[in-house]
């Protein structure tokens, strides 16, 4: 098992809509879980963090954490063009030297007009 | 901001040449990372150092080495560039303890190809 698994995709949602991308994550004790989007060529760049159970807002980005089910998730209200991308999930490794972060695959979002 | 650069954007290199990337940091961090991106296998990692002189060897650091003479510049260098070493080359850096609130900040990377 992965320890931090992504559906790759592609997820296609219309402009508007909400998309909704999921993450799942191996170990119990991790505590910190990063999104990141990264476009087509370009680097990843940090758009939120959750440490505690339930949802965090940040504008038209929420993320939900739910420690029991090692389940986090991103979801984009009113999609638009300019959020497609590639969204990474990373997660905090609590048994390597550092606390160091763990990636997924990231899944490919496409926001069609 | 932290500003995290990679020197170079694009690089094409022959094979059996020895390939320096460069990586800088201007905001005093302790972890540097480098990591290789391909094509649905995600990021990978190849080394990281928690400070200078120090380098641990991440997943896949053969045909890999690296120098960490100064605390804000990580150097990945390929002793001898090979096809399979074309990819996109990703630094991070973090502050130490820092990962788990604020996660890494990435330079906008080198697409390397070896032809």
Known sequence: ?113 | DVKVTQSSRYLVKRTGEKVFLECVQDMDHENMFWYRQDPGLGLRLIYFSYDVKMKEKGDIPEGYSVSREKKERFSLILESASTNQTSMYLCASTKRGAQLNYGYTFGSGTRLTVV
Not at chain 1, 17 to 33: E, K, P
Not at chain 1, 63 to 87: G, W
Request: net charge neutral; hydrophobic share 30%; aromatic share 10%.
């Open chain 1, 1 to 113: 098992q992965k320890e931090v698994e992504q559906n790759s995709g592609p997820l296609s949602v219309p402009e508007g809509a909400i998309a909704s991308l999921n993450c799942t994550y191996s170990d119990r004790g991790s505590q910190s879980f990063f999104w990141y989007r990264q476009y087509s060529g370009k680097s990843p760049e940090l758009i939120m963090f959750i440490y505690s159970n339930g949802d965090k807002e940040d504008g038209r980005f929420t993320a939900q954490l739910n420690k029991a089910s090692q389940y986090v998730s991103l979801l984009i209200r009113d999609s638009q063009p300019s959020d497609s991308a590639t969204y990474l999930c990373a997660v905090n490794n609590p048994h390597n030297a550092g606390n160091m972060l763990t990636f997924g695959g990231g899944t490919r979002l496409m926001v069609k007009p």
